[in-house]
């Protein structure tokens, strides 16, 4: 009788136990993260966005995205590249590197650079720059395709969740 006991109660301070952990699980992982501008401020190694559909899709314009990722303690690869339905006149990419500053809950551009193409369907580009450590970043671009004859062209924007370079 006595181990039976014994028994149920270890099995009730067990079943304690894991419900007890459990809801500190679910609990750590309501913490929400701090979004400005609609980039989350994450620890992430990489962050990618896409242009929204509904804005993007157009009779020339089909999609933009962008990317940044850690290249090393103070550089970041930042890409972006515009994608058209088919071929037009005219494509281009512009991109930022921008930089959160915390004073002013905002972010703060740090460099730019603009790609353009002509008859072509796909653009795209790359730069690897280098940054102060201790500092969120994120890349935003704004991507653009038309035809000379229909201006003005299609554009549309995307922007990634700001990485942090400790």
Not at 45 to 56: I, P
Request: proline content about 1%.
């Amino acid at each position: 009788m006595k181990k039976r006991i014994l028994s149920i109660m270890c099995s009730i301070l067990m079943l304690y136990v894991v419900t007890t952990i459990s809801t500190l699980d679910v609990k750590a992982s309501e913490v929400k993260k701090k979004v400005v501008d609609g980039s989350v401020l994450t620890t992430d190694e990489s962050s990618t966005g896409y242009s929204s559909s509904s804005n993007a899709r157009g009779i020339y314009l089909m999609t933009g995205d962008c990317t940044i990722s850690k290249a090393g303690l103070t550089r970041v690869y930042a890409y972006a590249s515009t994608t058209a339905n088919r071929e037009v006149d005219y494509i281009a990419t512009i991109v930022y590197l921008e930089r959160y500053n915390e004073e002013k809950d905002g972010w703060g551009q740090v460099d730019w650079w603009m790609e353009e193409t002509q008859n072509d369907y796909f653009l795209s580009t790359a730069k690897t720059i280098k940054v102060d450590r201790g500092y969120y970043y994120r890349v935003r671009a704004n991507h653009i395709a038309g035809n000379y004859d229909d201006y003005p062209y299609e554009e549309t924007a995307s922007f990634t969740n700001g990485i942090l370079l400790p």
